[in-house]
């Protein structure tokens, strides 16, 4: 596609249970980015990635968070025993270079009962 | 660690006015401002970047300035539509990474 694509658009859990979300990034766009957006917080920075590896992970909440980028490509963001506190939207986005222009996607909302 | 104010929270105004928002960040050291929009319930539309080496950036009838000096930006936005309405955040890349730092935003209502 043209743009930044992320799956699921909506996810409902139930406290305790793990989710992944998916980001496909625009093709040939070596860096990602996962963002979080939350009524209290804002928006707020959780890990960037260059090609497949991590240089940062320095917004990532807790050790309940993690993230992987497969191929240069597509990326999952895993969240293990979900919290209340935990629901937000999700947001991915990507950029051509490392210092370039950032696109985003629609994003994930997800709901922690 | 970058901190980005955007005054004011709300604007409303009504059609054909142009539009004025303001973002004041911290460190001057930034290395790119980035202006997006967000509909309700969408993801961000990004705008207009300005780097670093630049002073100012337009699109169409926007127009995006950058005073790295005084630690601001200011987009503006001519002859306002009802279809401008939406919520505009500007965001700073600092120049050691990349990712940006929000400012929490300016929701702007344009009255038809």
């Known amino acids: 596609g043209a743009g930044v694509s992320q799956s699921p658009s909506n996810k409902v859990t139930e406290k305790g249970k793990d989710v992944e979300l998916r980001c496909d990034p625009i093709s040939g766009h070596t860096a990602l980015y996962w963002y979080r957006q939350s009524l209290g917080q804002g928006l707020e920075f959780l890990i960037y990635f260059q090609g497949n590896s991590a240089p940062d992970k320095s917004g990532l909440p807790s050790d309940r968070f993690s993230a992987e980028r497969t191929g240069g490509s597509v990326s999952t963001l895993t969240i293990q025993r979900t919290q209340q506190e935990d629901s937000a939207v999700y947001l991915c986005?990507?950029?051509?270079?490392?210092?370039?222009?950032?696109?985003f996607g629609p994003g994930t909302r997800l709901t922690v009962l | 660690k970058q901190e980005v104010t955007q005054i004011p929270a709300a604007l409303s105004v009504p059609e054909g006015e142009n539009l004025v928002l303001n973002c004041s960040f911290t460190d001057s050291a930034i290395y790119n401002l980035q202006w997006f929009r967000q509909d309700p319930g969408k993801g961000l539309t990004s705008l207009l970047l300005i780097q670093s080496s630049q002073r100012e950036q337009t699109s169409g009838r926007l127009n995006a300035s950058l005073d790295k000096s005084s630690g601001r930006s200011t987009l503006y936005i001519a002859a306002s539509q009802p279809g401008d309405s939406a919520t505009y955040l500007c965001a700073g890349a600092g120049s050691n990474d990349y990712k940006l730092s929000f400012g929490a935003g300016t929701t702007v209502t344009v009255r038809a």
């Open positions: 986005a990507s950029s051509f270079t490392y210092s370039g222009e950032q696109f």
